[in-house]
T-cell receptor, first 114, second 117 residues
Framework: LAKTTQPISMDSYEGQEVNITCSHNNIATNDYITWYQQFPSQGPRFIIQGYKTKVTNEVASLFIPADRKSSTLSLPRVSLSDTAVYYCLVGGPSFSGNTGKLIFGQGTTLQVKP | GAVVSQHPSWVICKSGTSVKIECRSLDFQATTMFWYRQFPKQSLMLMATSNEGSKATYEQGVEKDKFLINHASLTLSTLTVTSAHPEDSSFYIC?????????????FGPGTRLTVL
C-alpha cells in the first residue's frame, strides 16, 4: 500500500480557504486517493475521493496532478466546526482484487481559529 | 452514506475480564469489516480484516488470541478483548464495506471507548 505524507498540523481562520497537500510518490496505477475527516472520539468520515484531475463535491475539492504523486484537499471558507484531523489515503477498489484495507498515516490536524 | 453502528459506545471493566464489542452494518451487507485501534493523539492502527464466514486476517504484531474477531453474518462482526489489561485501554473503531465496493465506500462506526481499570 502506498505510503502518504502530510503536514502534521495547520492553522487557519474562519472564512479562509484551506489547502492540505498529501504526497504519495509510490501510488499504483489502480489506486484511488481518498480523504477522511475525524473529530475527537468519533469514527472517520468520508470527505472526497478521486483518481485524477479535479473532483468537487458539496464540502471539498480534490486536485490531483497528472503524475498523481500528490493531491491537495481544498476546503472553501472553513468554519470552527471544520477543526478536525484530515487523513489522506490511497488504495485500490475491491473489484481490482484489492483487500480494501486502509492504512492510515499520521493525518493533518487542522485548527480553525475565530 | 451507509450506517455502521457499534455497541457499546463506551465500556469500563476490571483488569482480567473480557469485553465484547459489536459492529453492525445497518443498511447494507458488509462482506468485509475492519477493526482499528486508536490511542490518544495518534492515528488509527489497523488490527485485522474480517471477511464474512472466514477467519480474520490480523496485522503484524496484533495477537489473535488476545483480540478475537468473529464475522458470522453479513451485518455483524464482534471484537472480543480477552483478559483485558490497562494497556488495552483505547478507542476501538470498526469499518465495513460491501462486495465490489469502491474505495470510498468504506463506512466507519462511531467507535467504542474501552477503559480497563
Amino acid at each position: 500500500l502506498a505510503k502518504t505524507t502530510q503536514p502534521i498540523s495547520m492553522d487557519s481562520y474562519e472564512g479562509q480557504e484551506v489547502n492540505i497537500t498529501c504526497s504519495h510518490n509510490n501510488i499504483a496505477t489502480n489506486d484511488y486517493i481518498t480523504w477522511y475527516q475525524q473529530f475527537p472520539s468519533q469514527g472517520p468520515r468520508f470527505i472526497i475521493q478521486g483518481y485524477k484531475t479535479k473532483v468537487t463535491n458539496e464540502v471539498a475539492s480534490l486536485f490531483i496532478p497528472a503524475d498523481r504523486k500528490s493531491s491537495t484537499l481544498s476546503l472553501p471558507r472553513v468554519s470552527l466546526s471544520d477543526t478536525a484531523v484530515y487523513y489522506c489515503l490511497v488504495g485500490g477498489p475491491s473489484f481490482s482484487g484489492n483487500t480494501g484495507k486502509l492504512i492510515f498515516g499520521q493525518g493533518t490536524t487542522l485548527q480553525v481559529k475565530p | 452514506g451507509a450506517v455502521v453502528s457499534q455497541h457499546p459506545s463506551w465500556v469500563i471493566c476490571k483488569s482480567g475480564t473480557s469485553v465484547k464489542i459489536e459492529c453492525r452494518s445497518l443498511d447494507f451487507q458488509a462482506t468485509t469489516m475492519f477493526w482499528y485501534r486508536q490511542f490518544p493523539k495518534q492515528s488509527l492502527m489497523l488490527m485485522a480484516t474480517s471477511n464474512e464466514g472466514s477467519k480474520a486476517t490480523y496485522e503484524q504484531g496484533v495477537e489473535k488470541d488476545k483480540f478475537l474477531i468473529n464475522h458470522a453474518s453479513l451485518t455483524l462482526s464482534t471484537l472480543t478483548v480477552t483478559s483485558a489489561h490497562p494497556e488495552d485501554s483505547s478507542f476501538y473503531i470498526c469499518s465495513a464495506r460491501g462486495y465490489l465496493a469502491g474505495v470510498g465506500e468504506q463506512f466507519f462506526g462511531p467507535g467504542t471507548r474501552l477503559t480497563v481499570l
